[in-house]
């Protein structure tokens, strides 16, 4: 059975720090890549970061880039999403999700492509909500 775990989420100030898990299990780590997501009230579902579990190939929206930091550890199934420099634009409630890009690639479908494409991931988290005060 496939699980998803995501933890970390709670209330900081702007300019403040928090680091998201998502405990994996379930699932041959080689073949899927993680990403998350998140979604604001009113708004949808966006793409925040993603990781390559493979080889570790890391990919960040443009928002997010130079402060927020996606990682992962193999051994314990757990992928950290460390979030810096916090606006209240951040907002939101973060999901992580697996994409089996093993299987895509057989039919050219890239991750680089994918990556954030909500209906592409195959498995989904519960959500965790940042909230980030002014």
């Known amino acids: 059975e496939v699980q998803l775990q995501a933890s970390g989420g709670g209330l900081v100030q702007a300019g403040g720090s928090l680091r998201l898990s998502c405990a994996a299990s379930?699932?041959?780590?080689?073949?899927?890549?993680i990403g998350w997501f998140r979604q604001a009230p009113g708004k949808e579902r966006e793409g925040v970061s993603c990781i390559m579990l493979y080889d570790g190939t890391t990919y960040y929206t443009d928002s997010v880039k130079g402060r927020f930091t996606i990682s992962s550890d193999n051994a314990e199934g757990t992928v950290y999403l460390q979030m810096g420099s916090l606006k209240p634009e951040d907002t939101a409630v973060y999901y992580c999700?697996?994409?089996?890009?093993?299987?895509?690639?057989?039919?050219?479908?890239?991750?680089?492509?994918?990556?954030?494409?909500?209906?592409?991931?195959?498995?989904w988290g519960q959500g965790t909500l940042v909230t980030v005060s002014s």
């Open positions: 999700a697996a994409v089996d890009v093993y299987t895509r690639a057989a039919y050219g479908m890239s991750l680089d492509r994918i990556k954030w494409t909500v209906n592409e991931y195959d498995y």
């Open positions: 379930g699932f041959p780590f080689k073949d899927y890549a």
